[in-house]
């Protein structure tokens, strides 16, 4: 089992859709979870960061954790053509790493 | 302006030869890290440093080594023992004294072994 699993996707919705992004971990006593977007070829890039059970909303973008049943997720609600690349999830220790799934890829369809 | 660099931008190896990849920041952080990244996969640790002259190994260590000398810079050597090194190398940095986890990434280095 790794340590962050994400769904593979590929994952399409049509522009103005709810996408939603999901990810589990095994690491109960993990602190800290992030989202980082990449679009291809290029670096990754924070999207959210999340430490507390709940959700946190930053625009277009609602992160929600569930540390009880050891899960994270995004949304990202009216999806843009430009929300088009691949979401890493991440899960930190808070002493210095972070572990990250595999990604899952986005395609916003015009 | 505050940032991670990486040099250079493309870089091809022949067998047999130990090639150094080049990672600097000025944004003050004590910590640093160098990511492998494989095309559909998600990133891998080689190696950290938390603080200067001092450093880990991550989960894929094997074949590359590093230093860290100085608080800016911290180049990644892969070496002739990394048998499959073509890759997306990325270099980050974290503010730990702020106790986060939040990585700033360099734009990446991409190795092609001829």
């Known amino acids: 089992q790794k340590e962050v699993e994400q769904n593979s996707g590929p994952l399409s919705v049509p522009e103005g859709a709810i996408a939603s992004l999901n990810c589990t971990y095994s690491?109960?006593?993990?602190?800290?979870f992030f989202w980082y977007r990449q679009y291809s070829g290029k670096s990754p890039e924070l999207i959210m960061s999340?430490?507390?059970?709940g959700d946190k909303e930053d625009g277009r973008f609602t992160a929600q954790l569930n540390k009880a049943s050891q899960y994270v997720s995004l949304l990202i609600r009216d999806s843009q053509p430009s929300d088009s690349a691949t979401y890493l999830c991440a899960v930190g220790n808070n002493a210095g790493k972070s572990t990250f799934g595999d990604g899952t890829t986005l395609t916003v369809k015009p | 302006d505050g940032g991670i660099t990486q040099s250079p931008k493309y870089l091809f190896r022949k067998e047999g030869q130990n090639v150094t990849l080049s990672c600097e920041q000025n944004?003050?952080?004590?910590?640093m890290y160098w990511y492998r990244q494989d095309p559909g996969q998600g990133l891998r640790l080689i190696y950290y440093?938390?603080?200067?002259?001092?450093?880990q190994k991550g989960d894929i260590a094997e074949g590359y080594s590093v230093s860290r000398e100085k608080k800016e810079s911290f180049p990644l050597t892969v070496t002739s023992a990394q048998k499959n090194p073509t890759a997306f190398y990325l270099c980050a940095s974290t503010d730990r004294a702020r106790s986060t986890d939040t990585q700033y990434f360099g734009p990446g280095t991409r190795l092609t072994v001829l």
């Open positions: 690491d109960r006593v993990s602190q800290s």
């Open positions: 999340i430490y507390s059970n």
């Open positions: 440093s938390q603080i200067v002259n001092d450093f």
């Open positions: 944004l003050n952080h004590d910590a």
